[in-house]
């Protein structure tokens, strides 16, 4: 099995990495047959501008850009997405915001076929959200922010496109302590291929200098 772990931040040192490398600690734990690879946005320098080719793209009257097919290739050989990000605005980073727009597109990851019929052809994708949020739990509750925000992203994203949004976890600061959060993260990991049995159950190391830095969103 194979996981596609897809970061957004702009900084290689920032908490949000730490937790995506935890991640994949938790998928590495149970041997080789689980694979994963990264995709750092900011590192590979994605584009996220929708531009006249994209919606030409959307319109069916051309065929995918070199980034964009490279994305979907990647994609196309996952059976889990990951997407680890600091929530900005109550939402994904405008980065990762923008690889949805780009890449999660019609023809490919749904169809709007003849009569207005919708078909979902990510059905066979588990989808895995890590927010790295900033505010308390009080405050999300109390506007509503959590309910808006699976509304928005696991609903009118994936729920759209028929993948399974498998986890959908908001790390927040004053439920666990950054080395928790990075313990939630590897437990993440380890449940991303739940039939596969572990290699180790070692407990996860916790990185000193991600953790006693100060923890950039």
Partial sequence: ??????????????????????????????????????ADLAAEGF??????????????????AAD??????????ADALVLV??????????????????VFTNG???EEAAGGKLVKKLQGLDVHLVANAGATTRT???????????TQIDHGIFGYCGARVATSELLLPDARTPAGQIEAAYAIGQKIFPSSQPMTREHPQTRVEALTQERTR
């Fill in 85 to 102: 990000y600091p929530v900005f605005w109550w939402s994904f980073p405008g980065l990762l915001k923008g690889w949805i727009d780009r």
């Fill in 1 to 38: 099995m194979h996981a596609l772990i897809v970061v957004s931040h702009p900084n290689p040192a920032s908490f949000t990495h730490a937790i995506a490398n935890e991640v994949a600690r938790g998928i590495a734990a149970f041997g080789a047959a689980n694979t994963h690879e990264f």
């Fill in 140 to 150: 999300y509750a109390r506007h509503g922010y959590f309910g808006a925000m699976k």
């Fill in 47 to 64: 584009d996220p501008r929708f531009s006249a080719a994209d919606h030409a793209l959307h319109l069916r009257e051309a065929s995918p």
């Fill in 108 to 110: 490919w990851a749904y």
């Fill in 68 to 77: 964009v097919a490279r994305e979907h290739a990647r994609l196309d050989r």
